[in-house]
């Protein structure tokens, strides 16, 4: 069996599952049996992708979809190299452990609920799934657009509050404002080259027959998906509010899968960004401002979830700018070990929120010996996170930094050396007040059970295992100048020295610090969000809302307005009718006989 068979089995897998769940309500209403269905269907995606991954094939099916003379304008069908295989696996695998954590982690939960949750696990996954495998930017763009639907649809999934009601919105409509520039993008470009395809595309590109008028731009608008889809500045706005979803609903699609679907868009379309130096540039900056952002945001945020998001947009940077250096294999390496260890810490945190009842930090407290297992693994992925050798995350954001230093990108290199001292910082921020803190005597918490307790075992050793294989193979000694592996392992050292001494020794007091000029003045503004939101909320006000006015006056006085005035217009004409209406026969036969006589006038001076 080839490739791309074996990929389609990937694929069709969950779409069986979602469609069994959306036609089957009795099914669906059953809750965990729904779940279970789920749960094999992407067990069984997982070892075909696993097939895929080690046999090394690569292949392209294609099949036309609409047609046209000379050939057809566009094709569906898989493209299967190193950048999909790696995706199948990474998607298929956070799938499967997150859809067994849920079983356990949503059991409070109605059984109808329930089976609408997985009914949208497993639309998600082959909507994710199809994305990477897209031969084309057409059939790209619908499996994007049907996993910015599975996100709208998992964040608001406790619909009844409105807080997750409201984040469900915001997130669907700030990623479609990306969205437009991706779709208006990929139209210019077929309408400039006459192809979606990604082989016709990349061969005009290397043989330099690519049609260099509006590229430059066509780039940009394509590019735009990304900053929505990746929450890159200034679209970075909805990731935060989307953790009102379920905590295995972050830790799936806005940690690990969906929020990377812009990185991998940039990293598959790289040899035609290659043409647009000056895009590749913009992209560079972008990522790594957006690192630095939301890290001094996660400084100084309470909530466990959203310094998860933070770091995850912070993240996102540091992939996007490796991608924008030109290191687009650095930035996707680092897509795939951040994949694992952030999915590790958005399930520990879940543990914690369902053993506690809470996400605020400052309400948790030496939850180390309570919650053991959820300490240790959270501690793991921290250590993954913040770079720590010979943990996963320390090889790949080394070839982040090297990619992005070799790239000669000076600025966008200090703002994520920076952002590695930050990300120490609050990361271990989080684990001196959550879990080595002072205990709270009303709080009885209890360690994770099996189900949930399982997957993260399992996320916790992959991200060990990663790391100890690169170990092995000596494939950190290749990396960037000698000194920068020091410097990384430095710079994550001090934050955690810093953390300790704040948060752990007592011997610096974070009120104090934060007072500090110009300290006391990016306090504010990072708890403000650096007043994003409300510039966002004010144009919401002013634009949309005043435009809705605007047409709501057009259409209740104008429009409305002139509706009323022909039907009262009508009503007295019908009355003046009415009035000829005498009832007496030998009027109207008066009428009859002058009605044909002007119609015999009327004919005898047309005739002449």
Same mark, same amino acid.
């Given at each position: ?69 000379? /050939? ?6 898989? =493209? ?9 696996? %990474?998607?298929?695998?956070?799938? @499967?452990? #997150? ?23 497993? %639309? ?23 996993? *910015? ?37 990929? #139209? ?5 080259? /006459? ?20 590229? *430059? ?10 900053? *929505? ?15 009102? /979803? ?5 830790? =799936? ?21 290659? $043409?647009?130096?000056?895009? @590749? ?11 630095? $952002? ?7 945020? *309470? ?59 400052? +309400? ?18 921290? %250590? ?6 010979? =943990? ?15 790239? +000669? ?6 703002? @994520? ?154 009503? +007295?004409? /019908? ?34």
């Amino acid at each position: 069996m080839s490739a791309t068979d074996h990929a389609l089995h990937v694929l069709a897998l969950p779409f069986a599952a979602f469609v069994i769940l959306a036609v089957l309500p009795w099914l669906r209403r059953k809750g965990r049996a729904a779940g279970w269905l789920s749960i094999i269907a992407v067990a069984v995606a997982l070892y075909r992708a696993l097939t895929v991954w080690a046999g090394g094939g690569r292949g392209e099916a294609t099949w036309a979809w609409i047609p046209a003379d000379g /050939g057809p304008i566009a094709t569906v069908g898989v =493209l299967v190299d190193e950048l999909s295989a790696a995706m199948l696996v %990474l998607v298929t695998l956070v799938s @499967l452990l #997150v859809q067994i954590y849920s079983l356990s982690y949503l059991d409070r939960e109605t059984p109808p609920a329930l089976g609408r949750y997985y009914t949208y696990q497993s %639309l998600f996954a082959f909507s994710m799934l199809g994305l990477v495998l897209s031969p084309s930017f057409l059939q790209m763009f619908i499996f994007w657009e049907l996993v *910015g639907l599975c996100s709208y649809l998992l964040i608001g999934y406790w619909y009844d509050r409105p807080s997750a009601a409201r984040a469900a919105v915001k997130a669907f409509w700030i990623t479609k404002l990306g969205d437009l520039g991706f779709v208006v993008g990929i #139209v210019m470009l077929w309408a400039s080259t /006459g192809t979606f395809e990604f082989g016709a595309l990349f061969r005009m590109a290397a043989e330099r027959t690519l049609p260099a008028a509006g590229l *430059g731009l066509i780039m940009v608008l394509i590019y735009l998906g990304a900053v *929505g889809k990746s929450a890159q500045f200034p679209l970075h706005v909805w990731l935060p509010d989307a953790m009102e /979803g379920p905590t295995p609903v972050s830790a =799936l699609i806005h940690a690990a899968t969906m929020v990377t679907a812009g990185v991998f868009m940039v990293t598959r379309a790289m040899p035609l960004f290659r $043409l647009v130096p000056d895009v @590749l540039a913009l992209i560079g900056w972008v990522g790594a401002f957006t690192a630095l $952002l939301a890290a001094t945001m996660a400084c100084v945020e *309470g909530d466990i979830k959203r310094v998860l998001a933070y770091s995850t947009v912070s993240q996102l940077g540091y992939m996007m700018a490796a991608a924008g250096a030109g290191a687009a294999d650095a930035g996707f390496f680092h897509l795939l070990t951040h994949g694992v260890f952030k999915a590790l810490l958005f399930l520990a945190a879940g543990a914690v929120i369902h053993a506690v009842g809470t996400n605020d930090i400052f +309400r948790m407290g030496g939850l180390f010996r309570a919650l053991p297992q959820a300490g240790v693994v959270f501690i793991v992925g921290t %250590l993954a996170l913040t770079g720590v050798p010979p =943990l996963a995350g320390f090889f790949s954001k080394e070839a982040v930094l090297a990619g992005v230093w070799e790239g +000669r990108m000076t600025g966008p290199f200090l703002m @994520l050396a920076l952002t590695a001292f930050l990300t120490a910082f609050y990361m271990f921020r989080v684990i001196f007040i959550a879990f080595f803190g002072r205990a709270h005597a009303e709080s009885h918490p209890h360690d994770a059970p099996p189900l949930m307790a399982g997957p993260l075992w399992v996320l916790a050793g992959l991200t060990v295992a990663i790391g100890l294989r690169f170990v092995v193979a000596g494939a950190g000694e290749h990396h960037g100048p000698g000194w920068l592996a020091p410097l990384s392992i430095g710079l994550a050292l001090a934050g955690f020295l810093l953390a300790t001494a704040m948060y752990q020794r007592r011997l610096l007091e974070p009120a104090r610090l934060a007072a500090v000029f110009p300290l006391n003045v990016l306090d504010v503004m990072a708890r403000h969000r650096y007043g994003l939101d409300a510039l966002y909320a004010g144009l919401y006000r002013a634009l949309i809302l005043g435009f809705s006015r605007l047409i709501g006056w057009i259409d209740r006085y104008l429009v409305d307005g002139l509706v009323n005035f022909g039907s009262a217009w009508t009503l +007295r004409a /019908g009355d003046l009718l009415r009035r000829i209406q005498s009832g007496r026969a030998q009027d109207y036969v008066y009428g009859v006989a002058f009605g044909v006589l002007l119609l015999f006038v009327w004919a005898q001076w047309v005739r002449r």
